[in-house]
């Protein structure tokens, strides 16, 4: 149980387009999915908290405009990278917080995004 | 955005081997969970603490939540080859809707 997908695993794309990153919970409703980034062997750094039928909560020094986060149903969110650039390669990862275990959180297997 | 103190950063072990690692906070958390990351995929949840002196043990592998609530450890006794990987703690100040904060991960290696 508890299972979270994320696709694309890996995506290779040019700078100035943009890339949909889709985090689903497929066993359980997820009130609230966040959105990770991870740089090579550094630890994992939140950008935003989405909630199910509202805006996300971005953090401090994330551009909402440039990261648009989408939870449209309760197993659902996705992460768009609008015209990426190669500074925004990165490990993306999301989480989901299994509903009525607030205290649980578990990660998908993260998307790989590479602008060239 | 802030980060909890993990140590040691990284850990050469010989496989059979007990590893101790540890998280440390400037501020309280009420919830530690600890995760394992493979290369190339997202954390796996191992362990979770809910309560200052909680000592938890799932398999090989034991934590505690420290009775300040601004640490937490975790030890895996019998070290073995799959262990190998980058251990995070992190730390979640209420229930709720409350985000987590990560630590600086430990980098586990098996010698043969």
């Known amino acids: 149980g508890a299972v979270v997908s994320q696709h694309p695993s890996r995506v290779i794309c040019k700078s100035g387009t943009s890339v949909k990153i889709e985090c689903r919970s497929l066993?359980?409703?997820?009130?609230?999915m966040f959105w990770y980034r991870q740089f090579p062997k550094q630890s994992l750094m939140l950008m935003a908290t989405s909630n199910e039928g509202s805006k996300a909560t971005y953090e401090q020094g994330v551009e909402k405009d440039k990261f648009l986060i989408n939870h449209a149903s309760l197993t659902l969110s996705t992460l768009t990278v609008t015209s990426a650039h190669p500074e925004d390669s990165s490990f993306y990862i999301c989480?989901?917080?299994?509903?009525?275990?607030?205290?649980?959180?578990?990660f998908g297997p993260g998307t790989r995004l590479t602008v060239t | 955005g802030q980060q909890l103190n993990q140590s040691p950063q990284s850990m050469f072990i010989q496989e059979g081997e007990d590893v101790s690692m540890n998280c440390t906070s400037s501020?309280?958390?009420?919830?530690w969970l600890w995760y394992k990351q493979d290369p190339g995929e997202g954390p796996v949840l191992l362990i979770a603490?809910?309560?200052?002196?909680e000592l938890t043990s799932n398999g090989r592998l034991t934590a505690q939540f420290g009775i300040t609530r601004k640490d937490s450890f975790l030890n895996i006794s019998a070290s073995i080859p799959s262990d190998v990987g980058i251990y995070f703690c992190a730390g979640q100040l209420n229930f709720g809707n409350e985000k987590l904060t990560f630590g600086t991960g430990t980098r586990l290696t098996i010698i043969p």
């Open positions: 501020s309280i958390f009420n919830t």
């Open positions: 989480s989901a917080r299994v509903r009525g275990k607030d205290y649980e959180q578990y």
């Open positions: 066993d359980f409703q997820a009130t609230t």
């Open positions: 603490l809910y309560k200052a002196g």
